[in-house]
């Protein structure tokens, strides 16, 4: 399954400044004037990257276009007092 380009751009947004950071944390001291330079150029990088997806999204602006992902965040199960039993035990006392 491919995911459309802007989802990428989006994806890549958000690591480029996750990258920067570990650039910066591993090579500071290797790199001149401790890669400041660099770091910021990739957080100039995403900004303009952002922007660009911003446009596309105004640009093809549809009212009725939709797109939903649906997910469990995170399952408890029969965790006593967090799963399934404990909703059943709130709408009892209900």
Known sequence: MLMEPLIQLC???LLLPLFSFALQIFF???????GDLIATGIVGIALLLSLYVAAQVIGQWNPNYLQEWHFTWVNFGNVP??????????????
Do not use: D, F, V
């Open 11 to 13: 994806i890549l947004i």
């Open 28 to 34: 500071s001291g290797k790199l001149p004037r401790q």
């Open 81 to 94: 007092g967090l799963g399934e039993q404990a909703n059943e035990r709130r709408k009892k006392k209900r």
